[in-house]
C-alpha cells in the first residue's frame, strides 16, 4: 500500500515544487513543503480524498503559508533581506523539473516582487494565477471567504504587473543584449554600458550577510553604470559562460574552477531592465550546477 501511495504521490512531485518554489523562493524551502505533504498523505491514505492532486496542492499551499508567517516573524532584520534562490540550467533548458520550476515567467525579479507580499497575498496570487485553482478552493487554506481572497489576489496582481516588466521573448535578442553588456564590461567602457541600460534599471546583488549593510539595490542607469569598474573586474577576472537563469539570460561565473556569482538579467525592448546577482559563497556552495535545481 505505502508503495502504491508513494508512486502516486512521485507523479505529482514537479508540480508541488514548483508551486513551493513560486511561494517560498527557495529551493531548500521547497523540498521540505514538498515532504511534508509526503508525510501528511502518508498519515492520511487515499480513501477519503478525491482528487488527490488538488488534496496535495492545497496541503503545500497550507504547509508553506505557515513557513511563510513564521520566517515575517524571524526576519526583523533587515539584513536578512536576500535574493531568492536562482534555477541555473543550460541554454537549451532542456531539464523538464527545470522548466516546470521556472514555468510562467517566474523569474529572479518576479519573485523578488513575491518577496515584497504578505504570505496571504502571495498564497491567493501563487495559486490562483499561477496554478489557476479557484478561490473556493483557496479560501479555505487561510479561513477566508471567497470574495476576500479574490480581493487578495487582486491587490498582489496589481503590485506584480507594476513592478515586473514584460520581459523580451527572443532567446536571441535577449542574450544579444548580454553579450552588449559582456562587451562594455570587459572594455569598460561607460557609453555602451549606459547604451544597454533601461533609464530605470535595478541592481540586485546579493552577497550574503558579509556585504555590508545586506543586500545591496540600486535604481536607475546612472546608479547601476557607476560599478562599472565592478563589472569590470569581474568579466576580466573570472570565466563566464552564458546559462538560463530562471529561464532567461544569465551568467555563470567561475574563477580558478570556483563558482563566483551568478547573474541573472530581465530584458525588455531591448534594454536591461533588472540585474540580479547572487555571490553569496555559503550559498553558491549549496548549488550543484550540473543539477541546477537541487
Not at 496554478?131 to 483557496?138: A, Y
Not at 553604470?225 to 539570460?249: D, E, I, K, P, Q
Request: net charge negative; with cysteine.
Amino acid at each position: 500500500m505505502t508503495d502504491c501511495l508513494a508512486r502516486r504521490f512521485e507523479e505529482h512531485r514537479t508540480h508541488l515544487k514548483a508551486v513551493a518554489y513560486r511561494m517560498l523562493g527557495s529551493l531548500t524551502d521547497a523540498d521540505d513543503a514538498v515532504q511534508e505533504a509526503w508525510l501528511r498523505l502518508d498519515r492520511t491514505g487515499t480513501a477519503e480524498i478525491d482528487n488527490l492532486g488538488g488534496w496535495l496542492t492545497t496541503v503545500v499551499g497550507r504547509v508553506c503559508l505557515d513557513m511563510l508567517r513564521a520566517r515575517r516573524l524571524r526576519r526583523e532584520d533587515p539584513l536578512d533581506a536576500r535574493l531568492p534562490d536562482p534555477v541555473v540550467d543550460d541554454d537549451d533548458g532542456a531539464d523538464p523539473e527545470h522548466r516546470a520550476l521556472v514555468a510562467d515567467a517566474v523569474g529572479l525579479a518576479l519573485l523578488v516582487v513575491l518577496e515584497s507580499l504578505n504570505p496571504a497575498e502571495r498564497l491567493a496570487f501563487v495559486l490562483h494565477d499561477l496554478f489557476g485553482l479557484p478561490f473556493e478552493q483557496i479560501a479555505p487554506i487561510m479561513d477566508r471567504t471567497p470574495v476576500a481572497t479574490r480581493k487578495l489576489a487582486s491587490r498582489a496582481r496589481r503590485r506584480v504587473r507594476g513592478a515586473t516588466p514584460v520581459p523580451d521573448p527572443d532567446p536571441a535578442a535577449r542574450r544579444r543584449v548580454v553579450d552588449a553588456f559582456l562587451a562594455a564590461a570587459r572594455g569598460g567602457d561607460l557609453t555602451a554600458l549606459m547604451a544597454v541600460l533601461d533609464p530605470d534599471v535595478t541592481l540586485r546583488a546579493d552577497g550574503g550577510k558579509a556585504l555590508p549593510g545586506g543586500m545591496m539595490v540600486l535604481h536607475g542607469a546612472d546608479a547601476v553604470a557607476g560599478r562599472l569598474a565592478t563589472f569590470h573586474r569581474m568579466a576580466t577576472s573570472t570565466t563566464t559562460r552564458h546559462a538560463l537563469v530562471n529561464g532567461t539570460a544569465g551568467l555563470v561565473n567561475t574563477a580558478a574552477g570556483e563558482l563566483v556569482s551568478i547573474m541573472s538579467f530581465t530584458i525588455a525592448e531591448g534594454r536591461i531592465v533588472s540585474i540580479d546577482i547572487l555571490s553569496d559563497p555559503h550559498r553558491l556552495a549549496e548549488l550543484d550546477l550540473s543539477d541546477p535545481g537541487r
